[in-house]
Antibody, heavy 123, light 108 residues
Framework: EVQLVESGGGLVKPGGSLRISCAASGFTYSNTWMSWVRQAPGKGLEWVGR??????????DYAAPVKGRFTILRDDSKNMLFLQMNSLKSEDTAVYYCTTDPYTSSSGGFEYWGQGTLVTVSS | DIQLTQSPSSLSASVGDRVTITCRASQSITHYLYWYQQKPGEAPKLLIY???KLQSGVPSRFSGSGSDTDFTLTISSLQPEDFATYYCQQSYKTPGYTFGQGTKVEIK
């Protein structure tokens, strides 16, 4: 059974940093591109960024609102995904979901999702 | 970025009703359109992929149609567990996935 479990969310001040994590199991993690999707309170879904598998270069792509502030990392030895968030703004307040990326999914969509972790940016 | 516009933003319906939600893309996305269901406090769940294919385990009362810029999600007979928010999403432009703004289906 595929499982994605996020952790590390919390309250952080504007301008601060936070790293959230996602533990993956039940599939071949190293062969899978991974994405982060967020949802501000009461709002819709927004793609944040993705990281490719190492055989495709292991590089990451980001949505414009977070480019230059957020970094996606992966540790294939531990089946872990990370989102390092710097220079946080109030508009980054959201539930952050770890998901399998459409590129390596059989359907072409976001097939598997974690339960999400809430990041609140407030003074 | 490719914009996806859903209509309506919300609707009220009764159990047993036929419900239709539309999603319009700002440019052709061929068949790279996906539909998700999200209930309060839960992660989204993939319902339809490639515009019209039913994801494994999803009830057959859900169906999708369309191509290029105009797409439809239909629930043939609304059930109590279907009251939720529905989102469309495109994977045509990658990176740069985008979602529609959502359609909330409420009980009449």
């Amino acid at each position: 059974e595929v499982q994605l479990v996020e952790s590390g969310g919390g309250l952080v001040k504007p301008g601060g940093s936070l790293r959230i994590s996602c533990a993956a199991s039940g599939f071949t993690y190293s062969n899978t591109w991974m994405s982060w999707v967020r949802q501000a309170p009461g709002k819709g879904l927004e793609w944040v960024g993705r990281i490719k598998r190492k055989t495709d270069g292991g590089t990451a792509d980001y949505a414009a609102p977070v480019k230059g502030r957020f970094t996606i990392l992966r540790d294939d030895s531990k089946n872990m995904l990370f989102l390092q968030m710097n220079s946080l703004k109030s508009e980054d307040t959201a539930v952050y979901y770890c998901t399998t990326d459409p590129y390596t999914s059989s359907s072409g969509g976001f097939e598997y999702w974690g339960q999400g972790t809430l990041v609140t940016v407030s003074s | 970025d490719i914009q996806l516009t859903q209509s309506p933003s919300s609707l009220s319906a009764s159990v047993g009703d036929r419900v239709t939600i539309t999603c319009r893309a700002s440019q052709s996305i061929t068949h790279y359109l996906y539909w998700y269901q999200q209930k309060p406090g839960e992660a989204p769940k993939l319902l339809i992929y490639a515009a019209s294919k039913l994801q494994s385990g999803v009830p057959s009362r859900f169906s999708g149609s369309g191509s290029d810029t105009d797409f439809t999600l239909t629930i043939s007979s609304l059930q109590p567990e279907d009251f939720a928010t529905y989102y469309c999403q495109q994977s045509y432009k990658t990176p740069g996935y985008t979602f529609g703004q959502g359609t909330k289906v409420e009980i009449k």
